[in-house]
Nanobody, 125 residues
């Protein structure tokens, strides 16, 4: 079993930055593709980004490419989402996710095996 715990959410003004963290416990972090999804009020949960086991390959939703950066530190069993140039439409609950696969793109296409509990990000205009 894998446990994912997010932190780092909060309230930020438009144009600002936040860094989300996800601590992984229960299994060695390096065996999983890690990712982030988000869900805004009244909308479906959507894919944000994914990172391969080594961190060498990434996948992003086009609208977030260039503003968001996913990274991981396997020694710390932690994955990060650096969010810059935030917009009010980025307001959502952000979920950490893990999938036991070697293909980073499977996170977007097939979804995760494990979810975190989510952390709220609110961007004010």
């Amino acid at each position: 079993q894998v446990s994912l715990v997010e932190s780092g959410g909060g309230l930020v003004q438009a144009g600002g930055s936040l860094r989300l963290s996800c601590a992984i416990s229960g299994r060695t972090a390096s065996i999983y593709v890690m990712g982030w999804f988000r869900q805004a009020p009244g909308k479906e949960r959507e894919f944000v980004a994914a990172c391969s086991r080594s961190g060498g390959s990434t996948d992003y939703t086009d609208s977030m490419k260039g503003r968001f950066t996913i990274s991981r530190d396997n020694a710390k069993n932690t994955v990060y989402l650096q969010m810059d140039s935030l917009k009010p439409e980025d307001t959502a609950v952000y979920y950490c996710a893990a999938r036991n696969t070697a293909n980073v793109f499977f996170m977007r296409s097939n979804g995760p095996d494990y979810w975190g509990q989510g952390t709220q990000v609110t961007v004010s205009s």
